[in-house]
């Protein structure tokens, strides 16, 4: 299939992608040229900066340092032992220097960034440190990549911000080639529907602490990646559909010999496209809009996580491109539901891996025409090297890559093109009075995609759980959670809150949350207007909701309103909250100004993007017209 043959609506968003970004890009790829035209750094070092960048080396790597002719390989890594999905990388640094060494090269480690993990911090305060983490860890690894004594870079992370912030830091030394080196989803444990029974028994009160955790501990059970399909997974999906992966690396299993053969693979490779040889692959010219659109694609076709409505929109800009929420939405439009994946089904993301993986679906995807399949790769150019499954030499133990099954191994788990489970994605926009927001309703029966009820007001989740245990939520209704968006508490995910309200659904009222806050990347059965934007705390219309208003969430034409005249609703005064509690405690007191610049959640929620309201008054005193959402939508 050739660049023409691209799906009709996938070419032109592209296009439009392409033709908006068109300043940002070039000035990027200007500053990117200019910079790899100087050639490695380290040559140009003074001989005191040098002598300290290889001091601690051994001698023989010491002396090919010396030269500008041995690549030097920088290690970006995200290790620590209390995250499983982390855990494994203690070894990687060791297995990655070996593998370069045999390539006739060097590899250090640059840096280590913080890898925090929303399952530990779930309904916790440190949980409103999350999202900026994602900046932090660009920070961090553009400060462990500054000492110019590199020649390419690999990135060793997996989770939920950890992998965003990577791909910030890489684009941003986008003259580096750079390959991203994932662990692996942890073997399957408590299958995920029988803890979320569990969780939800526990809420109800039907079972104690002790039953809860024995559930939890049988589900989250060893090194890895969490099994269910939430933004860890949704982000090792981005990597090797975006051809940030070598073919076939994303979910294998860690501490396993085809593990330990990929992450040698990936080291020698990311050696091969430095400026030293002949195939010169940096990042940033390699990842394009087209890149960028078969990211929202495959988000799309596995009902990926929703917190990739903002991460995917700072990926990009990065590079110098700008993604909007509309752009998200059209190609949700055309891209069919191909994976039923926890919590989109029962399956876990080891089961999806058995049925064909990723190999199948990105072929299933590229023949239908939903991918641009002459994209540049860390692997060469083209897609079709990554519709692959991966597996281990039986002589030599190095990877061996067989074409992806023609057939399914469980049409359940993973569909084919024409058996789609749905014909659209599994993420939404929605617009409206009450500003844009996203809903994931891959998981929501079709029954549940119109909500209409009266709204009950809620500024902490904290609020609506006491109002639960008190027996005050009896009804139908609209929980608006506000005063969660990036300015007035760093956004936090608010996954806590989705046992008490599949309690009050499945007694068969009608549910649905409203909030300027996130949900998991796991969001579930109930109906989820979440990052509304303007936030409340800029005055967004969100701010002047009132208990009792009829609120109307409406996934099957995309809207969001509240069902009140609309000049009685534009007169109301926003309501204010006391945010004087988000500002201490557990780290909070650093990130003050994080809090203060950050951009809205259509923007990337990004401290890299700052909004231009960041300068006015301060946030308790701003009005924010809903005009100013459609901005995004321009």
Known sequence: MTAQDVNATIAAVTDRIRERSRAGREIYLERLSERASQGPKRTKLSCGNLAHGFAACGTTDKANLKGDVVANLGIITAYNDMLSAHQPFETFPQVIKQAAREAGAVAQVAGGVPAMCDGVTQGQAGMELSLFSRDVIALAAGVGLSHDMFDAAVYLGVCDKIVPGLVIAAL?????????????????????????????LYAEGKVGRDELLEAESASYHGPGTCTFYGTANS?????????????????????????????????????????????????????????????????HATGGSTNHTIHLIAMAAAAGITLTWQDISDLSDVTPLLARVYPNGLADVNHFHAAGGLGFMIRELADAGLLHRDVRTVWGHGLDPYMIEPGLGAEDG??????????????KVLAPFAKAFQPTGGLQMLTGNLGHAVIKVSAVKPERHVIEAPAKIFHDQSELQAAFKAGELDGDMVAVIRFQGPKANGMPELHKLTPVLGILQDRGH?????????????????????????????????????????????????????????????????????????????????????????????????????????????????????????????
């Open 172 to 200: 941003t030394f986008g003259h580096l080639p750079a390959v991203f080196i994932p662990a692996g989803p942890m073997t399957s444990g408590l299958p995920n529907d029988e803890k979320a029974r569990i969780r939800q």
């Open 235 to 299: 982000n090792q999906m981005l990597m090797e559909i975006m051809g940030l992966h070598i073919p076939g690396a994303s979910f294998v299993n860690p501490n396993t010999p085809l593990r330990e053969a990929l992450t040698r693979e990936a080291t020698k490779r990311a050696l091969a496209i430095t400026a030293l040889g002949n195939e010169y692959t940096p990042v940033g010219e390699m990842i394009d809009e087209r890149s960028v659109v078969n990211g929202v694609v495959g988000l």
């Open 510 to 634: 009608m549910v649905a949350l409203v909030t300027d806050g996130r949900m998991s990347g796991a969001s579930g059965k109930v109906p989820a207007a979440i990052h509304v934007t303007p936030e409340a705390v800029d005055g967004g219309p969100i701010a002047r909701v009132r208990e009792g208003d009829m609120v109307r969430v409406d996934a099957a034409t995309g809207r969001l309103d509240v069902l009140v005249d609309q000049a009685e609703f534009e007169a109301r005064a926003p309501a204010q909250a006391d945010l004087s509690g988000n500002t201490h405690g557990v780290g909070r007191e650093l990130f003050e100004t994080f809090r203060r610049v950050a951009s809205r959640a259509d923007q990337g929620a990004s401290v890299f993007m700052p909004a231009p309201a960041a300068t006015g008054p301060a946030p308790q005193d701003r009005a924010v017209d809903v005009k100013l959402a459609d901005d995004a939508f321009r």
């Open 398 to 411: 190095t990877v061996t890559r067989r074409p992806a099954p023609k057939v399914s191994g469980d049409e």
